[in-house]
C-alpha cells in the first residue's frame, strides 16, 4: 500500500510555523496561570481547587490535581508547562525521534487540561478550549524532519472553520444589530476590554463601521468554505482571516484568541508557491499514521454533536461536549451590548462611613477605571479577573461565587489578592469598609478629549456591593449604605 497521500511536504514550513507559534501561545497561557493562581484558586484562593476536587469528581473534570493539590505543586505544573512550551517554541524537538516530539507536544497538553478543568469560573472561556483543541491536535504533526499529516492538517482545518463559521452563525441568529450592520458603532465602546486604539476605532465613520461588519460577515460565513477548496484559493481564505483578525487584535483585548486563530489559519497556508523548499524529510513510522487514522476517526465521531449545533437554531457558544475538550463549539458577541457599565470597587479606612466621606477607588490592570487613563495593550496576556469583572457588570450573578470573598481579601488587605491589582489606594494597609458601585462608562467625543484629556466620561448608576466591614468571624458583614 502506498502512503503518498498521507503527508504533504507543501505543508512543511506553514506547519513549522504553527508549532513555534501554538508553543509561544503555551508559554503566555502557562506564565498567566503561574502569575494569578494563587489568589484566584489556590488554597486560600477566591474559589480553591482543593474545594472543588472535593466536590467534583475526577470523570466530570480530568485532571492531575485530583491526585495532589497544593500551591507548591500547582507552581510546579505551571513552569513545568512554561518550560517545555519555550523548549518546543524554539525547536529543541525538530529532530528527535516522533514518539518523543509527539510525548513533548503531549506535556503542555496534559498540563494545561489540568489546570482548565479545575479552573472553575476563571477559566470557561472560549479561548481556553480552542488551546487544548489545537494543543491535542498538535500531538500528532510531526517532528520538523518529517512531512506534516495530511489528515491532521485537515482536522486543523475543520477546527479553523468551526471557529469562524460558528463565530458568524452566532452573530447572524443573534443581535439584529448584526443584521442591519450597525453592532459596530457600539461595539468597540462596550467589549470586554478595550484597547489603545479602541477610542479611534469607535470615533470611525458610521459607514465605516458597516464595512466592518458586512468584512466580518464575509470572512466568517464565506470564507471558511473556500478553506476546503483547491489551492491556492484555500491559502488566500487563510490569509484574509489572518487580517481581519490582526484587525481585532488593534482593536480589542481578547486575550489569545485573535492569535490563535492566526496560528490556525497559517497552518491552512501552503507555502510551496512561496517555493519553500523543505530539508530532506524522514519517513513517518507506520504506527504513527495508524494512530493518525485512529485519531482522525475519533474527531469525526466527536465531530457530530459539535456539527449538528452548528446548524441548530438554539446554536451554543463556547460549548464542550466531552471532558477532554477534544471537539468544541465557538463563537463570540452573539449580542452586542450598547450601554458600557463598569464596577468600580472602592474602599475607606474611616471608623464610619458618612455622606462626605470620601471613597478610594481600587484601580485594576486592564478594565476602565480611571476616565484619565488609557485603554492599556493587554493581549495576549489574559488578565482574568478584569473579565470576569466585565461579566458582573452585566450580571451580578455572575460574581455570586467569588465577589463577596473578593471583598473579604481586600479588606484583609491580602497580599495575593492586591496582585492582581494595577493600584490599592490603601499602600498595603487594610481599608475598614469596601464597596462595589455600577457606574455607566462611555467614550469621550473627540471635543472633550481634546479639552479634558479624558477617554472615558462616567456616572454612577446603583451598587453591586454593598457596603461591608470585616466581622469577628472574618467574613464581610454588610451594613446600612452611607
Known amino acids: 500500500m502506498r502512503w503518498d497521500w498521507f503527508t504533504d511536504p507543501g505543508y512543511w514550513a506553514s506547519r513549522l510555523a504553527f508549532q513555534r507559534m501554538l508553543a509561544a501561545i503555551y508559554l503566555v497561557a502557562f506564565l498567566v496561570a503561574a502569575n494569578q493562581f494563587r489568589a484566584l484558586i489556590g488554597a486560600d484562593g477566591l474559589l480553591p481547587v482543593p474545594r472543588f476536587v472535593r466536590r467534583v469528581p475526577f470523570r466530570r473534570s480530568p485532571s492531575v490535581f485530583h491526585l495532589h493539590y497544593s500551591d507548591r505543586f500547582f507552581a510546579a505544573v505551571t513552569y513545568t508547562g512554561a518550560a517545555v512550551s519555550a523548549a518546543l517554541m524554539f ?8 514518539w518523543a516530539g509527539m510525548l513533548a507536544w503531549a506535556v503542555p497538553w496534559v498540563l494545561y487540561e489540568s489546570i482548565v478543568n479545575v479552573g472553575q469560573a476563571w477559566y470557561g472561556f472560549g479561548w481556553e478550549t480552542l488551546l487544548l ?23 486543523l482545518l475543520w477546527l479553523l472553520f468551526r471557529v469562524e463559521f460558528g463565530a458568524g452563525l ?4 443573534g443581535d439584529a444589530c448584526w443584521r ?12 470586554p476590554m478595550p484597547g489603545p486604539l479602541s477610542w479611534y476605532f469607535h470615533h470611525l465613520p458610521k459607514p465605516l463601521h458597516k464595512i466592518e461588519a458586512v468584512a466580518s460577515h464575509f470572512t466568517q460565513l464565506v470564507l471558511p468554505f473556500v478553506l476546503f477548496a483547491p489551492q491556492p484559493a484555500a491559502s488566500i481564505a487563510a490569509a484574509c482571516m489572518i487580517v481581519t483578525q490582526c484587525w481585532l487584535v488593534a482593536s480589542g483585548n481578547f486575550s489569545w484568541l485573535n492569535f490563535l486563530t492566526i496560528t490556525l489559519a497559517v497552518s491552512a497556508l501552503d507555502t510551496s508557491v512561496l517555493r519553500i523548499q523543505p530539508p530532506p524529510l524522514a519517513e513517518l513510522p507506520s504506527w504513527h499514521r495508524g494512530l493518525v487514522i485512529a485519531v482522525t476517526a475519533l474527531i469525526v465521531i466527536l465531530s457530530y454533536r459539535p456539527a449538528r449545533n452548528l446548524v441548530s437554531r438554539r446554536q451554543l457558544m463556547n460549548f464542550s ?4 475538550h477534544l471537539v468544541n463549539t465557538y463563537g463570540a458577541f452573539g449580542a452586542v451590548t450598547k450601554i458600557r457599565h463598569e464596577v468600580i470597587i472602592e474602599g475607606i479606612d474611616d471608623p464610619e462611613p458618612a455622606p462626605q466621606t470620601v471613597w478610594r477607588e481600587y484601580e485594576f490592570k486592564g478594565k476602565p477605571g ?21 461579566f458582573v457588570s452585566l450580571s451580578p450573578r455572575y460574581g455570586q461565587s467569588w465577589l463577596p470573598a473578593l471583598a473579604e481579601k481586600l479588606l484583609k488587605a491580602d497580599r495575593k489578592t492586591l496582585k492582581l491589582l494595577r493600584r490599592d489606594p490603601f499602600d498595603g494597609a ?21 479639552e479634558t484629556g479624558a477617554w472615558w466620561v462616567r456616572e454612577p448608576v446603583g451598587m453591586v456591593l454593598r457596603t ?3 466581622g469577628v468571624d472574618g467574613t464581610v458583614q454588610p451594613v446600612r449604605d452611607s
Open 370 to 390: 480611571d476616565p484619565t487613563r488609557r485603554p492599556p495593550q493587554v493581549a495576549p496576556y489574559h488578565l482574568r479577573l478584569d473579565w470576569m469583572m466585565w
Open 91 to 98: 525547536g529543541a524537538f525538530d529532530s528527535t525521534p516522533v
Open 180 to 191: 442591519d450592520l450597525t453592532c459596530l458603532y457600539y461595539h468597540h465602546e462596550t467589549q
Open 430 to 450: 487594610r481599608p475598614t469598609f469596601v464597596r462595589a458601585r455600577i457606574f455607566r462608562y462611555r467614550f469621550t467625543t473627540r471635543q472633550e478629549r481634546r
Open 468 to 470: 461591608g466591614r470585616l
Open 321 to 324: 461536549f466531552d471532558r477532554l
Open 170 to 173: 452566532i452573530k447572524m441568529r
Open 133 to 155: 483543541e489545537a494543543g491535542f491536535l498538535a500531538i500528532f504533526l510531526g517532528p520538523a524532519n518529517t512531512a506534516p499529516p495530511t489528515l491532521v492538517l485537515w482536522l
